[in-house]
């Protein structure tokens, strides 16, 4: 471990006498406002928040928010609580990168992680420092570090904004992470810049957009807060100023808030996965909070686009039912249990799970979407009845000189005659030497290799030749800086790739007729709750798809009406049918009827 220096020894000296009341009222405490906290302030007076680091915005062109994908140096973990979840997070994270861990308990921690327990065999603590220092809770993506930087890959900076919660030490945290690291760190504490954020609350794509619920607005628009302390009196428009001048947004997607959350933080039901794709909850139709979850995603379709330019693609998650006496879905008094609460760590994923029937889904949908990551799934059953799993107890902090690879990924064609341009922006701080594309048939082990060419704006192109009807083609590129650093996207090439496909797709059908969709195949299979059926299609086109028995009777209708073009998943519930063998079908336009088995157990 780094010695403490004389900045943090004199912070924790001041924060001791505010910190020690979480200790007091038995944490862990809630994500949300905790009863015992409304009773201690009732009783006790409420520090106001201490102001540590720079106060107007920096002073640097093209600031650049990263985004969670991207290379992080550190992940930033609040042990306080949890320690089972809190040991796998730690244990897997520090195979990719470097750990803090901020306690209140530091020899209790280490003395965990160091010993064979309930969180996993006894751990190294190679690339993990723990840091004793007073803590009121576990939730630090609310109260810790945003990456930014200026000049869009340089000169690398912390944000911190006023935490909305009457937790002191949590709240000036940051300022602890940026001495340990040496990072400057800018807050928005002091008007005109005063602006109260939570960390599960945001989302940035890397290229100056970020997503929100109306939380913000709610939080930002004056009057007292029930511990007596002021809120921030800003309008749309200066909170959108304020995240501009600190972090570079330039477009602020607000969606409504969700009824049966109660934090409002939108990590509880979507996730960025890269620059032009939202992983999004799914609830059975008219269930808890679906019907607002689509009115938002719709919203979002229909007035904002990607970096790219097009529409965002979605995949949906389906969001799992608390088993047992929990209530079911959060309308009916179950946890708000969610899959999309999960971090990226270099080439892992750390991702919630609850219980099988859901998980093997829920862990498919995200390996089909980051092929190459390892995907590791870590219980929150413990955690998730305080409204929080993997996502809200973590944060990172990007690397000091980013290689920047940012790329659109090709779509389907059905062209078999030219060739397949590839352009990637990649940028680095000292400049990029080289770049180079490498691509390969679906079946091939090995990929081969085309030099890019540098073009305008720090834009590089290289050509995938023509391939024949029926070919799937995966591809990555790789970028190496004047410094000699090298960065590939997606970052577990070779083993993550992109992928597109070349002409029509060659799909079984019932009736032998030449096929423009069909089936992918469908999982978990068997199934036995929520099974995911996706279908491709060349086109838009009207389609209806049917689950039926063994004797060719119609036992349910998944979909019916326009699919569209490219990839789209439907759900089953496999729950209330009886075990035994079903035939799923499709039918388009009257075109042909394709099929897919299903067992149910």
């Known amino acids: 471990m780094k010695p403490f220096s004389a900045s943090r020894l004199l912070l924790i000296a001041l924060l001791l006498p505010v910190a020690a009341w979480a200790q007091r009222l038995d944490a862990p405490l809630s994500h949300g406002i905790d009863a015992r906290e409304v009773q201690y302030f009732e009783t006790h007076s409420f520090d106001a928040p201490v102001t540590r680091g720079e106060t107007t915005p920096p002073d640097f062109d093209g600031l650049r928010t990263m985004a969670e994908w991207e290379e992080i140096e550190v992940l ?43 969180g996993g065999p006894a751990a190294s603590l190679d690339n ?21 930087y200026g000049n869009g890959v340089d ?47 945001f989302m940035s794509d890397g290229f100056g957009t970020g997503f929100a619920s109306n939380l913000i607005v709610d939080e930002n628009s004056g009057g007292n807060t029930w511990w007596d302390t002021q809120y921030p009196d800003q309008s749309v428009e200066e909170i959108e100023s304020i995240l501009a001048d600190f972090m570079g947004l330039h477009t602020y997607v607000r969606m409504e808030n969700l009824p049966f959350d109660g934090i409002h933080h939108i990590d509880m039901h979507m996730k960025l996965l890269d620059e032009e794709t939202i992983l999004m909850a799914e609830y059975p139709e008219g269930v808890a909070d679906g019907p ?58 750390l991702m919630p799970t609850y219980y099988e029937e859901y998980d093997t889904t829920a862990i498919a949908i995200y390996e089909a979407a980051l092929p190459g990551y390892n995907v590791v799934g870590i219980d929150c059953n413990q955690i998730i009845s305080a409204s929080g799993a993997i996502h809200c107890i973590t944060h990172s902090v990007g690397v000091e000189d980013p290689l920047l690879i940012s790329h659109q990924p090709l779509d389907d064609t059905e062209d078999t005659v030219n060739p397949y341009p590839v352009e990637a922006l990649v940028q680095h701080r000292s400049g990029i030497a080289s770049a180079r594309l490498f691509w390969r048939t679906e079946g091939e082990t090995e990929y081969a290799e085309v030099a890019m060419t540098a ?3 720090d834009m590089w192109s290289a050509d995938i030749p023509a391939q024949a009807e029926g070919t799937a083609v995966q591809y990555y590129v790789e970028g190496t800086s004047v410094s000699g650093k090298t960065q590939d996207r997606p970052m577990p090439a070779p083993e993550g790739f992109w992928q597109f496909r070349v002409g029509e797709a060659v799909i079984n059908g019932l009736d032998g007729a030449q096929a423009f969709a069909g089936f992918q195949p469908a999982f978990p299979n068997p199934a036995s709750a929520i ?14 798809i049917a689950l039926r028995d063994a004797a060719g009777r119609e036992v349910a209708v998944l979909f019916e009406g326009q ?18 063998a079903y035939v799923l079908t499709l039918e388009v336009e009257g075109r042909g009827v394709w099929s897919q088995r299903l067992m149910v157990r």
């Open 128 to 148: 993990i420092t723990i840091i004793d220092n007073p803590m009121n809770t576990v939730w630090i993506r609310d109260y810790g570090p945003n990456t930014v």
């Open 531 to 544: 099974t995911c059926v996706p279908v491709e299609l060349r086109r838009a086109a009207e389609g209806r």
């Open 76 to 118: 930033c973990v609040g042990w306080e609580g949890y320690s089972a979840i809190e040991k796998q997070i730690v244990v897997n994270a520090a195979q990719e990168c470097q750990v803090i861990i901020l306690t209140s308990y530091a020899n209790d921690v280490e003395d965990y992680l160091t010993s064979n327990n309930n």
């Open 563 to 580: 699919l569209p073009a490219g990839v789209s998943k439907h759900f089953l519930d496999a729950a209330p049918l009886v075990a035994g």
């Open 455 to 457: 073009g305008a704006d």
């Open 292 to 349: 607002q979850i689509e009115a938002n995603l719709e919203y979002v379709l229909a007035n904002h686009n990607s970096v790219f330019g097009t529409p965002y693609d979605v995949i949906r998650i389906p969001s799992p039912p608390e088993p047992g006496w929990g209530g079911g879905y959060p309308d009916a008094g179950g946890d708000y249990m969610t899959y999309t609460n999960s971090v990226f760590v270099n080439n892992t994923i």
């Open 155 to 201: 000169d690398r900076i912390i944000v911190d904004w006023i935490y909305n919660r009457p937790r002191p030490a949590d709240d000036v945290s940051p300022q602890v992470i940026a001495d340990e690291m040496g990072i400057d760190l800018y807050e928005t504490t002091a008007n005109p810049y005063d602006l109260m954020n939570t960390g599960g609350n």
